[in-house]
């Protein structure tokens, strides 16, 4: 049996920014290779996912949600999320036993950097709470559509400024 490569930080950078963006792949400086093992990785955890996954994955497979799907288990940047749902710029991540807060912790904040809100659910209130993880997970999709809609309505009025004012010159 081979040993698997973990993912570690320096102890020093627990709190440090989000790594700086680049100008390719979407933000993202991010090799092929580096890439394909993602999506690799990512098509492991959809044939072999939890149990907590599992129960998730379904509600959502039954709910009429409209334009907001959730891809399960989608490669964003360099990370692979639980749920991610591109419309709405949302990923929710399912917190298991033994995930590392600090390498969670730097994930979303590369991810929030780049305009995705990451919700965060623990897998044993997925098991026991479903109804309640689900309006929570509601509440913070009509919280995003909110923001999306003021992000919209303030572009349009920053256009509107710029045209008036060019057309004044």
């Not at 990785?41 to 149990?51: G, I, K, L």
Request: proline fraction near 3%.
């Amino acid at each position: 049996m081979t040993d698997r490569k973990t993912l570690k930080l320096p102890e020093a950078s627990g709190d440090a920014e989000a790594p700086a963006l680049k100008k390719k792949g979407r933000g993202w400086e991010i090799s092929e290779k580096r890439l394909d093992v993602l999506h690799e990785q990512a098509r492991e955890m959809r044939r072999h996912p939890s149990e907590a996954h599992k129960a998730l994955a379904d509600r959502f497979a039954k709910a009429a949600l409209g334009p907001y799907t959730f891809k399960r288990h989608a490669v964003v940047g360099s990370a692979i999320v639980d749920f991610n749902c591109h419309v709405l710029g949302m990923a929710i991540a399912i917190d298991e036993e033994g995930d590392d807060p600090a390498i969670t912790r730097r994930r979303d904040k590369s991810l929030e950097s780049v305009g995705i809100r990451v919700m965060r659910i623990k897998a044993a209130d997925i098991l026991e709470n479903m109804d309640e993880v689900l309006a929570r997970i509601t509440a913070g999709m009509r919280m995003r559509i909110a923001d999306k809609g003021e992000a919209r309505r303030k572009h349009g009025e920053d256009m509107r400024r710029g045209r008036v004012a060019r057309d004044r010159k």
